[in-house]
């Protein structure tokens, strides 16, 4: 019985998160079955990255600038972007520079939808937080933000690294790191008179699954393989007797 309750242990670190609308209109039942539609997924990659995933269930309105505030001072150093559909994002810096109506006005790290086709490009050196300094290249700022940012059934992927799982996990729960987005496209007939809206992940991850050593899958085989022959060995002796 050991065995095989090994063999079926979860070995992926990962936790689920949705979003929560944030302020006029952040009592809004549509708004908040919107947020409720976008899912932030947190995970580890074979080389213990931190993998953020967020993915728009939400039928109309589309994800378009990201935020990170980190209070916990985690280091987190930005690895990559990974996307799905016509995503396409830049980093750093987000254009407003700060997660509107929000009340941090300095992000720790920002990205925003970027169109690839716009060869010229804006330079954005207003930066803020961990950005400050920096220059990127993000696209016309009026033209195709619904085209490259997470539309209705897309997603983005954010590597990063610098800090443990159980951190991260730690910190999105206790409120210490915030991942606010700025969704556009909102229907105005739903009782919210701006077409866009801000939201933050809600505290207290879901699916928390606890990482176990990378070894443990092939310990738990190689158990469950010696039970079997055991068990076959056994039924051998007492046929012959």
Same mark, same amino acid.
């Given at each position: ?8 242990? &979860? ?49 109309? &309105? ?20 990974? +996307?799905?559909?016509?995503?396409? +994002? ?9 997660? &509107? ?14 169109? &690839? ?10 930066? @803020? ?22 539309? +209705? ?22 409120? @210490? ?65």
């Amino acid at each position: 019985m050991v065995s095989i309750f090994i063999l079926f242990i &979860p070995f992926l670190a990962k936790a689920d998160y949705v979003f929560e609308p944030i302020g006029d209109c952040s009592d809004n039942q549509y708004l908040r079955e919107v947020g409720e539609r976008i899912s932030l997924k947190v995970n580890t990659d074979q080389q213990n990255n931190i993998v953020f995933t967020l993915t728009n269930n939400a039928s109309g &309105p589309f994800i378009s600038e990201i935020y990170l505030y980190d209070y916990s001072s985690l280091g987190l150093t930005f690895y990559n972007f990974n +996307y799905s559909g016509k995503v396409n +994002y830049k980093q750093p810096g987000a254009d407003p520079g700060f997660l &509107p109506g929000f009340k941090d006005k300095s992000p720790t790290w920002s990205a925003q939808p970027w169109n &690839p086709e716009d060869k010229k490009g804006n330079d954005n050196k207003k930066g @803020n937080g961990a950005n400050k300094g920096n220059s990127s290249t993000t696209g016309k700022k009026s033209e195709g933000a619904n085209q490259y940012g997470i539309d +209705y059934g897309e997603s983005l992927t954010i590597v990063f690294s610098g800090a443990g799982f159980d951190q991260i996990i730690q910190s999105l729960d206790k409120g @210490n790191l915030i991942f606010g987005i700025h969704v556009k496209g909102i229907d105005k007939n739903m009782g919210c008179e701006a077409d866009s809206c801000s939201f933050i992940q809600t505290s207290g991850g879901g699916g928390y699954v606890v990482p176990l050593p990378s070894a443990l899958p092939l310990l738990g085989s190689g158990i469950f393989g010696l039970s079997i022959y055991n068990l076959y060995k056994r039924n051998r002796v007492s046929k012959k007797n």
